[in-house]
């Protein structure tokens, strides 16, 4: 047979001057020769054993060569050293596989170094690092004080695929020293030391509680103090600002002994033979914690001189006490009498209870008369039957209220008297049964106070239950939704017409699963809105799921919005929000605020935004006025009339104020359609800038011999607040008119649209209103109808063979830079390059987000011409020959 080598010459590095050995063996084989760079070595350089299969009986011959630097220093050409291996037996030869022998080398110096810095307590760190340029290339690790820093084992570290080192939150422990260590097998290279200090500024702590006055009487002050531990400055932090303790005046009150006034007249003599006097401790007053008057307020004595004393007859005193008794027990028994005639009041009361229902109703309006109890009713009141209200109304006027006490009271007692049913109550609780809940409503009294009115109460027992459940549920109303089952291939949803459209990448779904998943628009009056404050809603309210699934890699999501950004300064901070499953909504990221802890990444285009996400849920962009200049947002003003022929002499025009965005105008359309309304011209645009001026309409040059308006004022205005906050929607005036005769057709005016102390728009009108016009298309000028759901590769504008190929070529690092950062730079996607090196390929997420930017027009052009200027002239002869560039 043919020989077979049962051992290949590998791949080898020179190290310095030592020689490599190349080795190879094969069976059988009679001859065995090295080829080296298309020539043949030299049959003395060879060594060569001989050996006998003990199995096969097959001869084995093993060679081995030496390869010296100086031969590989000596070759010159494009191509690496090499050498081949061929063996001979008596039916032919065979050829080993190539293997290249280069010269190890490792550069002593880094193309970059890590730099030292100060940084407070909590930032994101990044420390960069490009290793020396190598053969192999290099390894890099990083220390820290001279510890391999291992990210497994700290989450807060994160190395790149570039070799930077980012701590995404810096703690006090990651004060240190941090080197960059390359290394191959020639040699280990250390790069400077970088320090890391992480400071922490001062705080002050609470303040103390006010001191007393230290003045014991008069003007005096107090303090109060606080201190620099909230926290403290470390490692060289700000201390904290401001005096640690301040000071105010204080008046104290001097105490105030109090001082006995001059003792009053002696009193008359009394029965008792004395008077009396007093005296007031008010000269002065006890104040402000001084000592009160010592001594007594009254003082008494004998007015007769010993004249006249105090006697008590012999026997008096029995008799006061003996009439004390006799009162105490004429009392006791009056007490009694006075009980006993209202207990047999109260049974009496009791014994003329009404047990009939109309009975009971014909009491309250005639108190005199009542009617004996019907034998044949046993339960003439039972509380799951309502008694009959409409019996005797008519003998009534004026509000009857019906009072039941509850389930547990008697049900053939209601006591019934003319004062509760014929005098109006303020509020009234009535209480409604069912079969098993119970539920009351609040009427207040004018709800139930006309003539004869029958108010009619409904179970609302159900009310709560049902709405709940429909706010958990989302409506998929046509137009506004899509939906359709995707897998491991993915795919593009797409709401048409609107500028929305979901774009799930190969591989997102994981393999063998798929998932019904959709797209919808919340409609604005089913939805609470994401802004708050002075924001406003720049976007429809978009939702996507199933929510909770899991993605391999982002979606990208395409949200149209109306702000203004074509500006020199930015004038937004646009943020992105979600809502919960609570309803509330939550802040995912801030434009140009992102960090490593971001779940989203937003591209921003003139009219749309990309999201890059990994989170299916309802999404909405929100944005504010960065000061100090205000932010302008761009609307559409779209001019409606009715559909001709117009048959009555009033006629009406309609201006809505829309966002200009195609969803807006596709829900006018639509709302005008349903009313009979036709768009006279194309949509005019206008920006509206947070200046909290109003949005004024005005109707000019109207032939007034034809025609007159309606309109009492100069013009109408719709408030700043309704148009800025996005909360109601459509908003729109009408201009009312009327013709002097149904033989008028033509109406020629002027309708002015302007922001006061802004910018405007003016339509001039000139129509006949008996002429059908074309119903306008709801396409947006230069829009294209997309189809509403695209599965696998139908979907994608870049093959999936170019698509790998170009990850291949640009994912891994290249010392030069011509690697996927130049091609998202390229692309204008290099806002948040930290993003993208997180994901495991960064230019197949790069390669999503163009396919969700260039939607419609996704021609390989664009993409082309950016490798182009990379220099990637690999990738350009693949994209020509398998793609359409």
Known sequence: PLPEFLLEPE???????????????????????FKCNGEWVNQNDHITRESLDQITGLVVREVDISVSRTQ?????????????????????????????????YLRKNFEQEPLGREVRLEQE????????????AAEVDWLKNEDVIDPSQDSNFLITIDHDLIIKQ?????????????RNVVAKRRSSTATLIVYVSGGWSSWTEWSECNAQCGRGWQRRTRSCTNPAPLNGGAFCEGPPFQRVTCTTLCPVDGGWTEWAKWSACGTECTHWRSRECQAPPPRNGGKHCSGSMMESKNCTEGLCTRTLAPGMGVAVYAGLVVALLLCVILALCVGGLAYRRRRRHLHGDITDSSSALTTAFHPGNYKPPRQDNPHPLHPSVPPDLTATAGAFRGPLFSLQHGVNDSPHKIPMTTSPLLDPLPSLKIKVYNSSTLSSLELPADMVSGDGEILSLKSVGTVGREREYHSHTLSREPGLSTSA???NLGGRLTIPNTGVSLLVPPGTIPQGKFYEMYLIINKWDKTTLPSEGSQTVLSPVVSCGPSGMLLNRPVVLTLPHCAQLDTPTPDWTLTLKTQT??????????????????????????ECCHVLMEQLGTYG??????????????????????????????YSLRIYCIHDTPH???????????????????????????SYHNLRLSIHDIPHTHWRSKLLAKYQEIPFYHIWSGSQRPLHCTFSLERGSLAVSQLTCKICVRQVEGEGQIFQLHTDIQETLPPHSPLPSGGTCLPSSQVGPYAFRLPDSIRQKICASLDAPSARGCDWRLLARSLGFDRYLNYFATKPSPTGVLLDLWEACHQGDADLVSLATALEEMGKSEVLVVMTTDGDC
């Open 72 to 104: 590989v220093e000596e070759l010159f050409g494009l191509e690496d050293y090499w050498c081949q291996c061929v063996a001979w037996s008596s039916a032919g030869t065979t050829k080993s596989n190539r293997a290249y022998v280069r010269i190890a």
């Open 485 to 487: 089952t995707l897998g």
């Open 170 to 182: 810096a703690r006090l422990l990651d004060t240190a020293n941090y080197t960059c260590v390359a």
């Open 125 to 136: 760190v990044l420390l960069q690092c490009r290793p020396p340029e190598g053969m192999p």
């Open 11 to 33: 791949d080898a590095f020179i190290v310095k001057n030592r020689p490599v050995q190349l080795r190879c063996r094969a069976s059988p084989a009679t001859q065995i020769y």
């Open 581 to 606: 499953h609570q309803g509330a909504w939550e802040e995912v990221l801030t434009v140009g605020e992102e960090t490593l802890s971001s779940p989203c990444y937003l591209q921003l285009e003139e």
């Open 621 to 650: 962009l929100v944005g504010q006025s960065c000061p100090p200049q205000p932010a302008c947002k761009r609307l559409q003003l779209a001019l409606f009339a009715p559909r001709a022929p117009c048959l009555s002499l009033d």
């Open 664 to 690: 807006a105008l596709k829900e006018v359309l639509d709302l005008e359609r349903s009313l009979g309304g036709v768009l006279l011209e194309d949509p005019k645009p206008l920006l509206f800038k947070d």
